[in-house]
């Protein structure tokens, strides 16, 4: 059954349809959601891009009903450019994020990396959108672990441009904005995280069981959370997020 729903939610993703809310073979804990997420990268046939954490603000917990934040993969075939204009489905929602590319391994190890270790290990970071929605019918909210079987809910990620020197920001505490149609939606900053600083995300992923063999690679991309919350948007939407010297990100909708 796991392989089963593992295809579906793939073949949904990649035909940009929906399967039915109380789908067969729905996740009832966290460990067999993560194995569905395994086997749908595996019905992929793609290698991952990098990792996704959800839910890194402790108010959406009881949103989307989970306990703790979640990982979900990335893959190059939806990963855009900035500027580029997407096609949505009903209930797609825009999340404003740092992302961090890695320029070297972080290998899978019982011992935590310290921050200065993380830091070590990083090419770039850019500012950045999730798109974000269901393969399921029927909301995000109080999906639960049907989330993280689905990828974490991960539509696709647009990039800004990618900020080599970052010594001279305050990235435990770094103001960001989100407009949509050129009116401020909402302002946020990297402080709402769960993390001290943007690098400790990476610390997470990398003491999360999903990642016990595997680590982070050289050029994985991560998305360390949203600083603007989850906001909803419409086909004819244009969203801009405005990370001050860090630069902005945009992209259309259709």
């Known amino acids: 059954m796991t392989d089963k729903v ?3 939610l793939w073949n949904a993703r990649v035909d940009g349809t929906k399967i039915p809310n109380d789908f067969a073979g729905s996740p009832q804990s966290e ?18 891009a990098g990792w996704k954490i959800g839910a890194t603000v402790e108010a959406l917990f009881e949103v989307l009903g989970v306990s703790q934040p979640f990982l979900g993969p990335l893959f190059q075939r939806f990963t855009h450019d900035n500027g580029v204009a997407l096609p949505i489905l009903p209930g797609t929602s825009i999340e404003t994020e740092v992302t961090v590319r890695l320029d070297a391994d972080l290998p899978a190890r019982e011992q935590p990396y310290a921050r200065a ?42 990039l800004g441009t990618e900020i080599t020197d970052w ?70 939407d244009i969203a801009v997020g405005d990370f001050g010297p860090m630069g902005q990100v945009s992209a259309s909708f259709t």
């Open 167 to 236: 010594s001279g920001l305050a990235l435990s505490d770094f103001p960001v904005s989100l407009s949509i149609n050129g009116e401020v939606s909402t302002a946020g900053n990297t402080s709402v995280l769960l993390w001290d600083h943007v690098f400790d995300a990476l610390a997470w992923c990398l003491a999360h069981s999903a990642l016990s063999q595997r680590g982070l690679c050289a050029g994985d991309l991560i998305m360390t959370g949203t600083c603007t919350g989850i906001t909803p948007i419409s086909p004819g």
């Open 117 to 158: 270790e993380i830091e070590a290990a990083v090419a770039s970071i850019q500012p950045s959108f999730e798109i974000v929605g269901a393969r399921f019918e029927g909301e995000l909210a109080g999906a639960g672990f049907k989330v993280i079987a689905d990828g974490g809910a991960n539509i696709g990620t647009v």
């Open 6 to 8: 593992a295809q579906q």
């Open 31 to 48: 460990d067999e959601a993560y194995e569905i997420q395994a086997s749908m990268i595996a019905a992929s046939g793609l290698d991952v």
